[in-house]
Structures are given as structure tokens and as C-alpha cells.
């Protein structure tokens, strides 16, 4: 086996996740703008920029195909790769989560809300968040930077919870609300499932260092 | 450089009534020069357990310690012990014949006697002594089945094993070893000189293999003690570096010369 050119495809692995991982930040900061800054035009951005992210996905997926079924990776190669094949798959998701968003955004960015907007804003930007510190978590390899990541999506969950009930509240009291309230629903259901992936991203950073599973850790109670 | 060694909970756990080989604090001198140092490793019955390690680093003469293949060495000895089935090998009152009939082995090249495929088989009965026909032939059919040869050399059995391929010969190698009805088989790089095919058969027939016999192989393929074994010892510099299941020391690997060397990276 030819280490140096292992090596080189472990970087080119590195490289190409990096670069994906920055446009698919790129999607969610500009689905959280969309909204904040009332532009639809950046909500439009994320649409286009959805076919990059796909083809990444599939680019960096027969990497790592042709890695494991040329060179036979073991221990940390052979975890880069796993988590790799992992990571790309999360992140196209908050690619389309982002789609997702910005769709509904599109729709209703310009109408008059009666909507408290703090809440659909806080819980965009505590997503965005966490997906940055879940990317930084990868390419810097820390552990305990993708630990925090781990436990601040709570923030996100409790968030989702209680503007999800302000919504309800607001929609049982007001019936021309419920077209608005039922978009603002899936937008922070959306939000909270890439809070969610950017959770999985940090569980496979702590896989990939530390070789040990950080999913469903209650089943470590098991014998 | 490497102040302990690591053996995982699950290799600690051999020490039990499945153990059957309990190597001892066990040093092993070609004359003024030391091979092996310390090393403690134990082997549970019906299990695979692959030595690996770069060329020098003991695991051969670890290997052939077991049933006592370095005796003829001259200026070779012992220290510590190795324990098979609870005797140490190295006592006084071991019979060093029985013990090899006990630990059959398979070398790098295959080596089969100018004899017929036969003869090759039942060569161990028959100068253990034994004459009854029908005895050897079943014996004889039996082994050649275990190893995987039955049907390819069924019609053949008086033809002269030379004439076999080299994958063949490997198998009727082992089919000899099996005759005499070993315990323990130790393999010594059994797939290096084979090709693809060959060898998937001999990985295979490791695989059926240790549902009765408790096997030791010495290989340098690293992907090959990953698909055969079910625990790994690495050796470098004549010490036994880790040992531990097979998954754990190729998926995360707990010392780091011990990544270094499964991922290529060695020196």
C-alpha cells in the first residue's frame, strides 16, 4: 500500500469536505438573513446553491468509496473515511433543510406579520451556530469544541418547544394566522432538525479522534 | 519508547477455563542475542489469534516456541513458561512428540513429501504407529474433507502430491496437520506464496477450521488478520506491544506504533 498517496487522498477527502461544509454554511447564514433582513432575493441564493452542495455529496462520496476499496484503510484512516461518508450526508441535509426554509421564507418574508419575529430569528441564528461549531469542530478536530455542540442543542430544542407553542397560542386566538403560523411551524421544525445534524456532525468528530461512539450514549448502560 | 503493554478487557478474560494456552512471562535467546522479551499472552480454545508485527519482531520464534520448533537451534533457550492446557511445554517431563502431535503446524511454502496425496495424509499415523486400514482411510478422507481437498483429489488419492497446485498443496499440508487430530493449529505466513484464490480457500477454511481447533497464524497481511482472526497481537522489537480483539486493534488501535504499523506508516 502506498501510504503517500493514502495521505495525499485523506487531504484531498479533507479539502473537498471543507469546501462543502463552507457552502452549506454559506446556505444556512443566508436562510437566516433571508428572514432577518426581509430580502427575498437571498432566500432565492440558497435555491440555486442547493445543486453544489448535491454534487459535492456525490463527488465526496466516491472518494471515499475508492478510498476504502483501494487502499484498505485501518484505525484512524479508516474512521476519517467512515465519518467522512457520515458528515456528507448530514450536511446535505441541512443543505435541503435550508431549501426548506428559505421556500417558506420566500412566501412570506414581505407580508405584514403579527408574528413576534424575535423568535423565528433566535432560533435561525442558535442553529447557524451550532452548524459553524460543529464544522470548526471537524477541521480543527476538537473534541471538545463538538462536545459543546452536543449539549447547546438543547438551546435549540427548548426554543423550538416554546415558539412552537406561541405559534399554537397565537393561531387558536387569531384564524387569519394560521396560513402565516402553520409556514413559521415547519420553518422552526426545519431549523431545529439542523440544529440536529449539526449534533451528528460533532458525534462523528469525537468518533473520528477518539475512535468511540458518542451516539445514544444511554446504551452504553448495556452489557 | 513503550513502557506497557495494553491488553484489552475482553484478552484479560482469556484466563479462564477456555484458556488453552498461557504463554509466561516468556523470553526466548538465540545465544547471547534476546528475541523475545516478557511477552505474556493467552489463547482461548476455539479461537483465531493473529500475530502480526515487521519482520524480526519475534513473532515466528513465538510462534514455533509453542511446540517447541526452536528446540534444534543451537544456543536457543528458554525463559519463563508456556502453558498448554495447564503443562508448561518447557518442563522436563513434556513429551516433546506427543506435544507436536498436540500442535500441528503449516508453514510459509507448502511442503509435501514425495509421496503420494495418500501417504502425505496418514504420514503422522503411520509412524505413530498405527495400521488399522480402515482407521487410516477414514482418517485420511476426514482430513482431506476438513481442509477443503476432499473433492478435488477424491479420484486422485495415489497420485503424487507434487503434482497438486500450490493452493492444493498448502490444503493437504493442513490436512496432514489435521490427521493426527491436533488441538491447536499454529500457521506461519500460510497464504504468502499463494494466490488470491488459494488463499481466499485457506481463509475460508480457517474460518470452518476453528469451530474445532484453536488456531495461531503468523501473517504479514494486514488485511488478512483483520478477516481471520478474532484477536491481534502486535510485536515489535521481540515485545508484545497489544493485543486485543481484532475489531478494536484495527478500528481503534490503543498505542500508537500499533496504528502506525497497521496503517502503513511504520519507521
Redesign the interface.
Known amino acids: 500500500m502506498n501510504q503517500i498517496h493514502l495521505d495525499e487522498e485523506l487531504q484531498g477527502l479533507r479539502t473537498g469536505l471543507a469546501i462543502m461544509a463552507g457552502e452549506v454554511e454559506r446556505m444556512v447564514e443566508l436562510t437566516r438573513d433571508c428572514y432577518l433582513k426581509r430580502n427575498a432575493a437571498l432566500g432565492t441564493t440558497v435555491l440555486d446553491l442547493d445543486r453544489s452542495i448535491d454534487i459535492h455529496e456525490i463527488e465526496l462520496e466516491k472518494k471515499c468509496l475508492d478510498i476504502l476499496a483501494l487502499r484498505a484503510p485501518f484505525a484512524t484512516d479508516l474512521r476519517i473515511v467512515a465519518s467522512t461518508l457520515k458528515i456528507i450526508s448530514e450536511l446535505e441535509r441541512i443543505g435541503d433543510h435550508s431549501v426548506n426554509i428559505s421556500k417558506r421564507f420566500i412566501n412570506i418574508v414581505n407580508q405584514p406579520s403579527t408574528l413576534d419575529d424575535k423568535w423565528i430569528n433566535e432560533i435561525g441564528s442558535e442553529a447557524l451556530k451550532l452548524v459553524k461549531r460543529s464544522f470548526d469542530s471537524f477541521l480543527s478536530k476538537n473534541v471538545d469544541l463538538a462536545r459543546s455542540v452536543i449539549t447547546d442543542d438543547d438551546i435549540v430544542d427548548k426554543l423550538y418547544a416554546k415558539t412552537y407553542d406561541e405559534v399554537l397560542k397565537i393561531m387558536q386566538k387569531d384564524p387569519g394566522a394560521v396560513e402565516r403560523g402553520s409556514h413559521i411551524i415547519l420553518i422552526i421544525k426545519n431549523w431545529e432538525r439542523i440544529a440536529d445534524q449539526a449534533t451528528n456532525i460533532a458525534e462523528e468528530v469525537i468518533f473520528m479522534v477518539e475512535g468511540h461512539n458518542a451516539k445514544h450514549t444511554y446504551l452504553d448502560q448495556r452489557d | 519508547m513503550v513502557n506497557e503493554r495494553i491488553t484489552d478487557s475482553t484478552t484479560k478474560n482469556a484466563t479462564n477455563d477456555n484458556e488453552v494456552i498461557s504463554i509466561q512471562n516468556f523470553n526466548f535467546f538465540y545465544g547471547p542475542t534476546q528475541a523475545l522479551f516478557n511477552i505474556d499472552l493467552s489463547v482461548n480454545q476455539h479461537t483465531v489469534m493473529a500475530l502480526i508485527g515487521p519482520s524480526g519482531c519475534g513473532k515466528s520464534t513465538l510462534l514455533r516456541s509453542i511446540n517447541r520448533m526452536n528446540d534444534l537451534i543451537d544456543g536457543a533457550y528458554v525463559q519463563g513458561k508456556v502453558m498448554v492446557n495447564g503443562i508448561d511445554i518447557y518442563d522436563k517431563s513434556c513429551d516433546v512428540i506427543e506435544l507436536r502431535r498436540n500442535i500441528g503446524m503449516v508453514f510459509q511454502k507448502s511442503n509435501p513429501f514425495p509421496k503420494s496425496i495418500f501417504e502425505n495424509v496418514c504420514y503422522g499415523l503411520r509412524i505413530a504407529g498405527i495400521t488399522d486400514k480402515e482407521f487410516i482411510e477414514q482418517s485420511v478422507e476426514q482430513s482431506l474433507r476438513d481442509a477443503g481437498l476432499w473433492d478435488e483429489v477424491k479420484d486422485r488419492l495415489r497420485e503424487n502430491a507434487m503434482g497438486l497446485s500450490g493452493g492444493q498443496q498448502q490444503r493437504l499440508c493442513i490436512a496432514r496437520a489435521l490427521c493426527v487430530k491436533p488441538q491447536i493449529l499454529l500457521m506461519d505466513e500460510p497464504c504468502s506464496a499463494l494466490d488470491p484464490i488459494a488463499t481466499t480457500k485457506i481463509e475460508e477454511l480457517i474460518f470452518n477450521l476453528k469451530k474445532s481447533y484453536t488456531i495461531i497464524i503468523v501473517t504479514h497481511n494486514?488485511?488478512q488478520a483483520?478477516r481471520v482472526s478474532d484477536f491481534t497481537s502486535f510485536f515489535w522489537l521481540g515485545k508484545l506491544i497489544e493485543v486485543g480483539k481484532t475489531e478494536k486493534i484495527?478500528?481503534?488501535?490503543s498505542i500508537k506504533i500499533t496504528?502506525d504499523y497497521?496503517?502503513?506508516?511504520f519507521g
Do not use: K, L, V, Y
Open positions: 494486514m488485511q483483520a484495527f478500528t481503534n488501535p496504528e497497521i496503517s502503513g506508516r
